[in-house]
Antibody, heavy 120, light 110 residues
């Protein structure tokens, strides 16, 4: 069973860069047919897709966040990471990492999520 | 403002059949498959329906999905108190070149 676990600071100062890592276990990140994703949820709100990366390094980003996002992959550690620059209070959210499957074109496994609060 | 439109709430009594709608456009639901996720507040979403009407292993057949044109629906039959979750629809959007979600529907079992 594939498991994903987010890690990173829970508090980030405004204007700084939010950095999170997702560690994948129970499966290899270089398995073909999967795209490794970041999704966030503002407090009490719905889900917002941030972006995803294939193990090859190909990325797709949400156009509304594209200028501030970098998603990278470290296949040696079976991890992928998110960097979101110039954060503001509007970036306070629970951040989830998830596995997307090209087979069913859905997010089939999710991490538990991590709350990141941006302080002024 | 979410790209896909869902009613903020839905309700039903035990044993009843409830449907949740999801409205989109030609660039998302109209041209791509729809997925549904189930989420208990404070926990991660869980895939409930994929490819419009397919259930992952372990999802009861009380849950079903359908799509017509630029709209999709999630139906829950034989409603149970344990079905009280938030439900989200999602689809790929060809214009935005990314995933879009509905705003979520909170289901209450009366």
């Amino acid at each position: 069973q594939v498991q994903l676990q987010e890690s990173g600071p829970g508090l980030v100062k405004a204007s700084q860069t939010l950095s999170l890592t997702c560690t994948v276990s129970g499966g290899s990140i270089i398995s073909g047919g999967y795209y490794w994703s970041w999704i966030r949820q503002h407090p009490g709100k719905g889900l917002e897709w941030i972006g995803y990366i294939y193990y090859s390094g190909t990325t797709y980003y949400n156009p509304s966040l594209k200028s501030r996002i970098t998603i990278s992959v470290d296949t040696s550690k079976n991890q992928f990471s998110l960097k979101l620059s110039s954060v503001t209070a509007a970036d306070t959210a629970v951040y989830y990492c998830a596995r997307g499957s090209s087979n069913n074109w859905a997010f089939d496994f999710w991490g538990q999520g991590t709350l990141v609060t941006v302080s002024s | 403002q979410s790209v896909l439109t869902q009613p903020p709430s839905a309700s039903g009594t035990p044993g009843q059949r409830v449907t949740i709608s999801c409205s989109g456009s030609s660039s998302n639901i109209g041209s791509n498959t729809v997925n549904w996720y189930q989420q208990l507040p404070g926990t991660a979403p869980k895939l409930l329906i994929y490819s419009n009407n397919q259930r992952p292993s372990g999802v009861p057949d009380r849950f079903s999905g359908s799509k017509s044109g630029t709209s999709a629906s999630l139906a829950i039959s034989g409603l149970q108190s344990e079905d009280e979750y938030d439900y989200y629809c999602a689809a790929w959007d060809d214009s935005l070149n990314g995933w879009v979600f509905g705003g979520g529907t909170k289901l209450t079992v009366l």
